[in-house]
């Protein structure tokens, strides 16, 4: 079965750090380009950052830039997304998803396989 499962929401307070998990199975990350995205309630769903598990390059958005780390440990076929100085607009669902070919950062049409999402909530 191909499947991505993201792990480590929760609740946090604002300025608060937590790290999300997406394990995959099924098939091997190392050569696909992983994006993390979320979705807040009553807007559209958002490119976060991406990583390459080939050459393990990596992006992302300006609202993201300077607080959040996304990596790979190949040998656990598992993409991160450490998130430092969280701030309650951060609350949302992320999702990860995986695309073997991608030539746009976050076009979400370009990603083959989808996780379930895990609840992120910043608030004091």
């Known amino acids: 079965q191909v499947q991505l499962v993201e792990s480590g929401g929760g609740l946090v307070q604002p300025g608060g750090s937590l790290r999300l998990s997406c394990a995959a199975s099924?098939?091997?990350?190392?050569?696909?380009?992983i994006g993390w995205f979320r979705q807040a309630p009553g807007k559209e769903r958002e490119g976060v950052s991406r990583?390459?598990?080939?050459?393990?390059?990596?992006y992302y958005a300006d609202s993201v830039k300077g607080r959040f780390t996304i990596s790979i440990d190949k040998s656990k076929n598992t993409v991160y997304l450490q998130m430092n100085s969280l701030k309650p607009e951060d609350t949302a669902v992320y999702y990860c998803a995986a695309a073997k070919t991608l030539r746009h950062y976050f076009l979400q049409s370009e990603y083959d396989y989808w996780g379930q999402g895990t609840q992120v909530t910043v608030s004091s």
């Open positions: 990583i390459s598990g080939g050459d393990g390059s990596t």
């Open positions: 099924g098939f091997t990350l190392a050569y696909y380009a």
